[in-house]
């Protein structure tokens, strides 16, 4: 994850970037009027009002003023949806507000409204030592008027917010964005090579399974996390250079999303002398750890979401089975799209040839039963829901190019079919599920 996606996930960072644009435009629009003293033609002079020095500093006090009460309103209204969307869907969702560019370029656009109307009133004043009724008063009336521009805009601005807020807090609006993550967290990762693997190398069959196991059993140093939190990205071509140039093998231990303590062993490395700090820190600094996750480098988070959506929409406080099944239905379109990438090797070479780095994968057999699992657990006494999990198994499953996924979803099916029949469902609903689970079955065997 780099410097400015983080930014990007600041809230402050689009209001920040519009204050500097506003402080950058008012400077500019003052010094145009001072040093050109703007004539402009008789019937172009009729849209630019000069109201004088003390109409002028009424506008600007007045739209400075709203602005900043507006700006206020807004950001409360913010904090209010983002305490109901915690409570009721999942605190981890949270994040997608505070990225949200609709709701940071309204706040943004509001404070630099008032930071510009601010400016330009301070601008107003007497020029020179003179006093009394003849004295020559300096009135920007350009920037005056855009002032004008820009609380219309803000009028406009407040409008679309409150169609916004209003749409971001509907269960498909929330879905739909981590789904988005979700897709293109594997669109991003799993297309994407870090270094090159191993059919894209000639000599690649000098590393078997049973020689790369006898490698990596080798006595080698251990790297560890120096401080706690999420592994939320790792620099795999730093990884690759790092090992190149200190010519060793690096064995990853971590993946992103895993917890780390501050001894965690991030990386076994052979062939590395114990006092080479130089390298030890090169590959310390191309795993980044940080205190919350996010589903750049992190598919398992995106899906985590989603679950969790699905999860508390079944709690009993909230018992609302049809935002679950559309929570199912967008992870369905995720898992869906990953079943059908071929899973990325677990061994990187750099443009010789030799084996530098070995790192774990995520596979979709455990996302997939992740999610099957928490259904099995939370939806068995839920029809409606129980069947959605069916269809999730056959929209991955008659995609899957993996056969462990295949199985492994043979078997949460009859764990689904076993958990619904221990729920108590009438025998109807027991018969019609159970033949629908024989359909998947079906599926997934000639699949």
Known sequence: MTLLQRLKERFWFVPALLCLAAVILAELLIWSDRVWRLSLPGWADAFLYRVGESGSRDILGAIAGSSLAVAGTTFSITMAVLALTSSTYGPRLIRNFMADRGNQAVLGVYVATFLYSLLVLRSIRVLGDTRGPDAEVFVPHLAVNFAVVLAVLNVAVLIYFIHHISDSIQISTIARRVRTDLRDTVERLYPEQVGRDEHEVDQHPAHHDDELDQLLAEDAVPVDAGRPG??????????????????????????????????????????????????????????????????????????????????????????????????????????????????????????????????????????????????????????????????????????????????????????????????????????????????????????
């Open 230 to 447: 999420y592994v939320t990205s790792v620099r795999g071509e730093d990884l690759v250079e790092a090992a190149r140039d200190a010519d060793v093998l690096v064995d990853l231990c971590v993946r992103p999303g895993q917890y780390v303590l501050e001894d965690t062993v991030l990386a076994r490395v052979h062939a590395l002398s114990s006092d080479d700090k130089k390298t030890v820190d090169a590959l310390r600094a191309a795993v980044q750890i940080d205190d919350a996750r996010n589903p750049y480098q992190d598919v398992s988070f995106a899906v985590q979401q989603l679950t969790e959506l699905a999860v508390r929409a079944l709690s009993p406080g909230i018992n609302d089975p049809f935002t679950a099944i559309n929570a199912l239905d967008d992870l369905s379109s995720g898992l869906s799209l990953l079943a059908q990438r071929e899973l990325p090797s677990t061994r990187r070479y750099d443009a010789h040839g030799t084996l530098r780095v070995h790192a774990p994968q995520v596979a979709a057999v455990d996302l997939t039963s992740t999610v099957l699992d928490h259904m099995r657990w939370y939806a068995a006494e839920s029809p409606s829901v129980m069947h959605v999990s069916l269809d999730l198994v056959q929209r991955v499953g008659s995609r899957a190019r993996d056969r462990a996924l295949r199985a492994r979803l043979l078997t949460q099916v009859r764990l689904l079919e076993e958990a619904f029949q221990a729920a108590g469902h009438q025998d109807h609903d027991v018969e019609e599920f159970t033949a629908r689970v024989r359909e998947i079955e079906q599926v997934l065997t000639r699949a």
